[in-house]
């Protein structure tokens, strides 16, 4: 069997079907990120990926299910050859139930719309993007090669494409001095996008990264619990006239926090309460000790 699966998939994807279309990403310079450095970013041929959905036909039969493609931007590739790809999946399991991807902002922010939409109407359902923050000067520290404007331009192009949005925000990231204007600044735009969904990961250091060796001369003050917790809450507070869902959907996060805005607002308020009063009570007893990834 020579099937060839992405690395690393969203967790709302995770007993969804791996399609691989491309290996690595395209970028691979976001200063926290360690995910695809063992890559260098290549495009697979149409014919070996078409193999490989015959192969997932032996192996899964015509069953309802999700695809998720990767690996980390795959609408970079020719929106023939990923029209071709999408009608050949949707051709072999008719009944397949939705079909993502991940998607960096600067791509789609510069892409064609009416190329977004042949993809949409080829099949692809949803699109995952790395928001990470909406603070410019922070957007900058980590290279992420996006400023807030593309940011909010790729999520309104994809929207208005017809596509599901879900947008990743990255806990912590502001450090010490920083989670303020992170959590107000990244609701912004979230705002000025209303993304169907909000998931938020929580900063975990990895070493080898540029962001770790940034952290070890002092440039990155990490945050207490307490500010983390504080940041969410603001984030949350300063989230309005969204419909969005807020999904705390990664082991890295603190607090479950998950709701429909605007109606579960108040309630996942009320979820970070009891915690941050208390974590509140023991303050003298916190540090800034960061986490550290073991594993990658
Ligand atoms: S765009 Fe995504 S996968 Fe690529 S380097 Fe940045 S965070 Fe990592």
Sequence with gaps: MTYEMPPFRPPSEAYSMLLRVTRGCPWNRCKFCGMYKMFHFETRPVAEIKADIDEALRFYGD???????????????????????????????????????????????????????????????????????????????????????????????????????????MLGLGGADGWESHARKSAAVLNAIDPDFIRVRTMTLIPGTPFYEAYERGEYKPPTILDMLMEEKLLIECLDGIGSEFHSDHVSNLVPVFGKFMQDKTEMLETLAPVIERVEQNKDKLTNEPRIATVM
């Design 63 to 169: 069953q309802p299910m999700n695809v998720f493609i990767g690996d980390a931007d795959s609408p970079v590739i020719k929106t023939d050859d990923f029209v071709e790809i999408l009608r050949y999946l949707h051709s072999q399991f008719p009944r397949i139930q939705r079909v993502t991807s991940y998607g960096r902002a600067k791509t789609l922010a510069l892409m064609a719309p009416d190329k977004l939409e042949r993809l949409r109407k080829a099949g692809l359902d949803r699109l995952h993007l790395g928001l990470e923050t909406g603070d410019a000067k922070l957007l900058e520290f980590i290279n992420k090669g996006a400023t807030p404007e593309h940011m909010i331009k790729a999520g309104r192009k994809v929207k208005e494409a017809g596509f599901e949005l879900s947008e990743y925000l």
